[in-house]
């Protein structure tokens, strides 16, 4: 049965270059979408950039140029960029577009009218100078509770500390470096809390599809992690969401509402209905087929984890309570990390995708790395440098472009590039016996199992080829029948591998359906041998190994484009603070504390809170540790050093804290908490 099928990847912003991290999710996307594609279902992907809000705004302002201007000039890079990884998108749009215009104020509308919209007055920080509402990310100061400088209004990312803008010590502007004032101002907010019975019952839930397959909406983490925000017994922990900015914003104005813009986050994921729009006027497409509330086609979005919260949450209620359907299923995936740490500048380890291809790298090494490294769950992915080259160069070139190397030269010169009939071979046999299990690997995401599987068929082959050695049978005259047989299957062999590889490998699928002189390959090839006969192209080289000194290279031109940093700054690890005297240590009174629960913080994906026994008391402290300890439980018992004389602070909605955990921030970037060694008891003095 053939299935509609819509995809998205999320929206890269309009203000920065593509780097390998963008990567990995569009062509995780692009694999999935080449493989409905050829197994004969109607499939389209669409994506665009995210092109408003302040930072665009004022991007453009500091190039002396119009928004508009910036913004088509990133599109066609981005679109470069992604063109050159062979991301085969059928329509790349941007959500500054009358579509997108059209869908957003429809979209409010509709909220409106169903009660989903109010009004309210509320205070936020203001740039005197520039004359704007500031953002939180545009707020800098001290932290309020590690005294950290310039640190961001939402969270400090030295001691992990969460926190409003207003309670930064010392704020100013990040725009202007002004002092900011705290002005009232009327902002629209969606009642997101008045949606999460629905949202509960949505998250948890499944679509069975025309196939009779039933999808799950969300990964089991991702679940888990809805859980949390929204919470199991009906206790409703959702705030609403303040969906408007003030003037000057680079956006879409509010309906009826002079001055106010929609908050990018609203119109973002609307810029996937645009960009399909935009396709469906294209090429004849019925767009109501797709977003009709009953709607039986397929819908998916692939995502980074760090939107997890505006795809599984906003979006679905967005949709719901404007008269849309649902996605189908969210699939969320992890972050890149290069050599076992973040992307970083300096070390030349923050990779641009135009520098990777400007170096002359194929792009399908990378797609093939990356593949090999994917699964269906929410992991991070590491690029170990030294493993790309060994993996691509033993899978790829010496496994599998090698089979069709080392068959094609003989059927050219013995047999006039003809092939005999091998469909009953065992070896063809074991490989169509694969089919219908890699197919379903790919429909699942395991990508990584694919290919483990794809390249122990490689192996079988190759085993197969050096047991009956054709390089010696063409030395037999009468063994020519034999030859004929052995270099037929081999090239069989290497068509089936093919369509197997060919989500992953587009371009070197083209060049092998050109060698095998068939058009393109479909998933049906995969059980189907050539007729006898069927005459084959010469051999052309279809891939070259890596050396060294490319990926060398690679480093030293992203270190070369980073910006001018000092030796401290070019560290991987945070410069050491000034200096403080021995009275000033001695006012920190820290102490040895039990942790007596351990648990995740609801509406917070940056905060846990401890249940902590300091032996002469008890106290709760909120930590800003959450990413570093996906499981909060595992910490219960565990003995920590605290700082006891933290004056109480208010954590927003959530509570007061009642001191400082201590942790380590590693270069890695993780936070890691420290523990007292056996032996030392809840309130003892640490010093």
Not at 247 to 253: C, D, H, K, Q, T
Not at 281 to 308: C, P, V
Request: proline share 4%.
């Amino acid at each position: 049965m053939t299935r509609k099928i819509l995809v998205t990847s999320a929206l890269p912003y309009a203000n920065g270059s593509i780097h390998l991290g963008h990567m990995v999710e569009h062509i995780q996307t692009d694999i999935w979408v080449r493989f409905q594609k050829l197994r004969g279902h109607t499939c389209h992907y669409c994506c665009a950039d995210d092109a408003h809000g302040t930072p665009v705004m004022l991007a453009a302002e500091k190039q002396g140029i119009a928004p508009e201007d910036m913004i088509a000039r990133v599109r066609e890079e981005h679109l470069a960029d992604f063109t050159g990884f062979h991301i085969g998108y059928d329509n790349y749009y941007s959500t500054h577009s009358p579509e997108n215009k059209q869908f957003s104020e429809q979209i409010y509308r509709a909220l409106k009218a169903n009660g989903k919209i109010e009004s309210r007055v509320i205070e936020q920080l203001f740039d005197p100078e520039k004359q704007m509402f500031l953002p939180d990310r545009f707020v800098k100061g001290e932290c309020p509770k590690c005294r950290a400088q310039d640190q961001y209004g939402d969270n400090c990312e030295a001691c992990g500390a969460t926190y409003t803008p207003a309670e930064l010590i010392n704020p100013y502007s990040a725009v202007s470096g002004a002092k900011p004032e705290l002005r009232e101002s009327e902002h629209f907010f969606f009642k997101l809390g008045e949606c999460a019975d629905y949202l509960r019952e949505w998250t948890a839930g499944s679509s069975t599809l025309a196939n009779g397959r039933v999808q799950a909406h969300l990964q089991p983490e991702a679940l888990n992690k809805m859980k949390e925000w929204l919470g199991e017994n009906g206790d409703n922990t959702l705030s609403d969401w303040d969906i408007s900015r003030d003037a000057p914003y680079f956006g879409f104005e509010i309906p009826d509402a002079p001055g106010k813009y929609f908050y990018v986050w609203l119109d973002a994921p609307v810029g996937y209905m645009a960009s399909f729009q935009n396709l469906c006027e294209r090429i004849g497409l019925n767009f109501d087929d797709y977003f009709r509330a009953d709607s039986d086609a397929e819908m998916y979005h692939f995502i980074g984890k760090d939107i997890l919260y505006f795809h599984a949450l906003f979006w679905p209620a967005m949709l719901k309570f404007s008269g849309h359907r649902a996605p189908t299923a969210v699939f969320a995936h992890g972050f890149l990390t290069v050599d076992g740490a973040k992307m970083s500048k300096s070390r030349g380890t923050f990779i641009t995708a135009k520098s990777y291809l400007e170096q002359g790298l194929n792009p399908e090494w990378m797609r093939y790395y990356i593949a090999a490294k994917l699964n269906s769950k929410i992991e991070d992915i590491d690029l170990n440098l030294n493993d790309f080259i060994g993996r691509v160069n033993s899978d790829l070139v010496g496994k599998y472009v090698n089979i069709a190397a080392r068959a094609a030269g003989f059927v050219a010169k013995r047999f006039d590039g003809r092939l005999r009939d091998v469909s009953d071979s065992p070896l063809i046999k074991q490989l169509f016996e694969q089919s219908e299990q890699i197919a379903a690997d790919y429909e699942n995401r395991e990508y990584a199992k694919a290919m483990r599987d794809i390249m122990t068929l490689a192996d079988a082959v190759n085993e197969y080829t050096d047991a009956n050695k054709p390089w010696e049978l063409a030395k037999q005259p009468e063994q020519a029948a034999r030859l004929h047989e052995v270099c037929s299957e081999l090239i069989n062999a290497f068509k089936i591998l093919s369509v197997y590889l060919s989500p992953v490998l587009p371009k070197v699928a083209q060049q092998a359906a050109a060698f095998l002189n068939v058009d393109a390959l479909t998933w049906q090839d995969s059980t189907r041998t050539l007729p006898e006969n069927h005459i084959i192209n010469p051999y052309k080289h279809l891939m070259h190994r890596i050396e060294e000194k490319q990926v060398n290279g690679l480093i030293e031109a992203n270190k070369a484009a980073a910006p001018e940093q000092n030796e401290a700054q070019s560290s991987a690890y945070e410069p050491v603070a000034a200096q403080c005297s021995f009275d000033d240590f001695l006012k920190v009174d820290m102490r040895v504390a039990k942790v007596l629960n351990c648990e995740a913080v609801e509406g917070s994906s940056k905060l846990l809170k401890f249940s902590l026994d300091f032996g002469f008391e008890q106290r709760t402290i909120f930590s800003g540790i959450a990413a570093s300890y996906p499981n909060p439980a595992e910490l219960n018992g565990k003995t920590v050093i605290a700082v006891a004389n933290f004056a109480p602070r208010k954590m927003a909605k959530f509570g007061v804290s009642e001191g400082m955990i201590l942790s380590a921030a590693g270069a890695d970037g993780k936070l890691r908490l420290l523990e007292a060694q056996a032996g030392a008891q809840a309130g003892d003095k640490v010093g």
